[in-house]
């Protein structure tokens, strides 16, 4: 009888355990490192009043009305390539469909929108007009689909959002080959906007705001790969040079299945983003670990359960009766195996519809201490 395998954290290199490393090489790197490595050896204070060395992003689809007339509490960001249609389709069938979860009285003062950030494939560019024509769900940006530009797909879902809804308090990222217990995600929200005084005015570049929070999955000072010697696994894409990063461990960054960024951490991000000439391929570790620990933001652990891996791709990960189940990786994510993906993910909401109250009353005391203003 299999037995099923469970890690409840997301770590970027999985069986990866073969390092470069030398005793001269920093152990990790803090402020002072970072900014010498890549702000061009600025103190925040210094970068930020420097002028933007790149604009913004432009859209194929801009989707700029969005937000109107009812102005979203939070918008739920899925990364998705432009082939990926399925499992678009899918999300929009399962834990996609907010509607099921405004229908309970606990979320129905809850305004979430969920968006796909589309990159652009020339072969596709009708079917993606067309998709966004029925559906009205889809930002596309004019960037390629290379895997070492995600740092810049990860931007432009903040960039779009300071342009096209910088109303919203919050930001929620995921991909299209996740899972996310919808449940789960409108109960974390709700907390943070009860326990939360909602700054009303404009955010702009200001390196010395402290209510900058990003939420997530913590991976504490994860070890950098220099080289792998399975590159079957696909670890060819998360190794990094001494040049690209001098150090032997990351800042403690959260997992890219899915991170909350409150709107005065999306304003001090983008604003460095926009001044650091050389940003770091690794989006999740960049957007949530470098710049953090580079301006001063707080990242604030949830808690919650993250399904790396699982030999029955994710059923037993929801089946079980467990308030923290948030977020799992389908075979999608892996290329392993070819699956019907709205089959799989039916199959995961029927449980995570069976335990919903589970998950609604799931409390979060621990990560609301020190909740300061968005």
């Given at each position: 009888m299999a037995i099923p395998l469970f890690i409840r954290l997301q770590l970027h290199q999985p069986i990866l355990n073969i390092y470069d490393t030398s005793e001269d090489d920093p152990l990790h790197c803090n402020q002072a490192i970072i900014r010498k490595h890549f702000m061009n050896d600025k103190t925040p204070q210094e970068l930020f009043a420097q002028a933007p060395v790149r604009e913004g992003f432009d859209y194929e689809i801009a989707n700029g009305n969005f937000c109107s007339p009812v102005k979203p509490h939070a918008i739920i960001f899925v990364i998705s390539k432009s082939r990926n249609y399925d499992s678009r389709s899918a999300i929009r069938r399962t834990w996609g469909n907010l509607a099921a979860i405004k229908s309970l009285w606990h979320f129905s003062h809850l305004e979430l929108r969920i968006i796909f950030l589309i990159d652009i494939d020339e072969s596709l560019l009708l079917s993606i007009s067309l998709e966004h024509a029925l559906f009205h769900d889809i930002v596309q940006v004019h960037l390629p689909q290379q895997y070492s530009l995600s740092?810049?797909?990860?931007?432009?879902?903040?960039?779009?959002?300071?342009?096209?809804?910088?109303?919203?308090?919050?930001?929620?990222?995921?991909?299209?080959?996740?899972?996310?217990?919808?449940?789960?995600?409108?109960?974390?929200?709700?907390?943070?906007?009860?326990?939360?005084?909602?700054?009303?005015?404009?955010?702009?570049?200001?390196?010395?705001?402290?209510?900058?929070?990003?939420?997530?999955?913590?991976?504490?000072?994860?070890?950098?790969?220099?080289?792998?010697?399975?590159?079957?696994?696909?670890?060819?894409?998360?190794?990094?040079?001494?040049?690209?990063?001098?150090?032997?461990?990351?800042?403690?960054?959260?997992?890219?299945?899915?991170?909350?960024?409150?709107?005065?951490?999306?304003?001090?991000?983008?604003?460095?983003?926009?001044?650091?000439?050389?940003?770091?391929?690794?989006?999740?570790?960049?957007?949530?670990?470098?710049?953090p620990e580079y301006i001063g933001i707080e990242r604030r652990h949830f808690g919650l359960a993250i399904n790396y891996r699982s030999s029955d791709d994710c059923e037993h990960f929801f089946k079980q009766n467990d308030a923290d189940s948030y977020a799992c990786a389908s075979s999608l994510h892996y290329n392993k195996k070819q699956i019907d993906t709205f089959e799989r993910f039916h199959v995961y909401w029927q449980h995570v519809y069976e335990n919903r109250f589970l998950y609604i009353n799931r409390k979060f005391n621990s990560m609301l201490k020190g909740l300061k203003v968005h």
């Open positions: 740092t810049y797909r990860d931007m432009a879902m903040l960039h779009w959002t300071d342009t096209y809804c910088s109303e919203a308090i919050l930001t929620v990222k995921t991909d299209d080959d996740i899972f996310i217990n919808t449940y789960l995600l409108a109960n974390l929200v709700n907390v943070i906007l009860k326990n939360t005084t909602i700054d009303e005015s404009k955010h702009e570049c200001k390196h010395s705001d402290s209510s900058a929070i990003i939420y997530g999955y913590k991976l504490p000072y994860a070890k950098v790969v220099r080289y792998s010697n399975d590159p079957a696994l696909e670890g060819t894409r998360y190794i990094v040079t001494k040049d690209e990063y001098p150090c032997e461990h990351y800042p403690s960054y959260m997992s890219g299945f899915s991170y909350i960024v409150n709107r005065p951490a999306r304003s001090k991000v983008l604003c460095t983003f926009l001044r650091d000439r050389k940003p770091f391929h690794m989006s999740d570790v960049y957007v949530t670990g470098i710049i």
